[in-house]
């Protein structure tokens, strides 16, 4: 159904079943880099999350979502915003989604991965809950501030801002932004040189980033190990659902440039 249950229940699920991670976009940039950058095409997207299990990084992930919420009969929008992080370049690094009902709008996020949709009411503050996946909007001057805690991060929330003035953009400029992200030279994203993977379960978080695992658990406490890269392959397979072949094809780990931030 096109209303607040149904949203929410597709919220819930994307965030639970899709992952979000950097795979597709690794392998393509290890590889020939032939085509556009991997899981631009939602089509493309949802074909290889059903073959090998891979979600994706903002713009993919959320165009994806965001065509599923249209097929579903959302009055959906794709919708630019900023990751705030010192040293990363802001304007349009980010991709969302804006769900429109009865009057009200909702942002839906799929790298944020809240299990339900964020009301956004000029003025008012509003949260989707204080659990784990719960993200909170914070009015301001210019429209919303949205807090979230992204994997690892427990501590301090990093802010989202949606442009929301911009209003509604376009496929195509969701493919140019995350093209821009896979540029080597641009401080856009820190997706680029190394695997990264969250998998949002109802009552945990899983968080795979280089040779580190991070589990999540319900009362928010986070605990982080080193692992070899034999337990990773493991991890990947038998726990977050990614398929042997896209595991065997990932490129190796390069040194990090930036802090990691999102694209």
């Not at 631009?40 to 891979?54: A, I, K, M, S």
């Not at 795979?208 to 009362?219: G, K, Y």
Request: glycine share 8%; with cysteine.
């Amino acid at each position: 159904m096109s209303d607040l249950i149904g949203l929410n229940a597709i919220c819930a699920a994307f965030s639970t079943h899709v992952p979000n991670d950097n795979i597709q976009k690794r392998i393509w940039l290890a590889g020939g880099r032939v085509g556009p950058v991997a899981g631009g095409d939602p089509l493309v997207f949802f074909q290889n999350w059903l073959r090998h299990g891979t979600g994706g990084t903002c713009f993919p992930a959320n165009g994806a979502l965001c065509t599923l919420l249209q097929a579903l009969g959302f009055d959906a929008n794709r919708i630019s915003g900023a990751v705030l992080m010192e040293g990363i370049e802001q304007d349009g690094n980010h991709g969302s989604v804006l769900v429109r009902l009865d009057e009200t709008e909702y942002l839906v996020d799929a790298q944020l991965a809240a299990f339900r949709a964020l009301p956004l009411v000029k003025g008012q503050f509003a949260t989707t809950g204080d659990g784990i996946h719960d993200i909170s909007a914070m009015p301001t001057a210019e429209g919303f501030d949205v807090l979230w805690y992204p994997g690892s991060n427990r501590q301090k929330p990093l802010i989202m801002r949606p442009d929301l003035k911009l209003g509604a953009v376009t496929h195509s400029y969701f493919l140019a932004q995350y093209a821009l992200s896979a540029l080597r030279d641009r401080r856009r994203s820190p997706f680029n040189e190394a695997i990264f993977i969250a998998r949002h379960f109802p009552r945990s978080i899983v968080v795979i980033s280089r040779n580190n695992r991070t589990d999540v658990s319900a009362d928010n406490v986070a605990t982080r190990r080193e692992i070899t890269f034999a337990e990773r392959a493991r991890i990947l397979v038998e726990e977050l659902g990614i398929s042997e072949e896209a595991v065997m094809t990932i490129p190796p780990d390069e040194e990090s440039r930036f802090d990691r931030t999102t694209g």
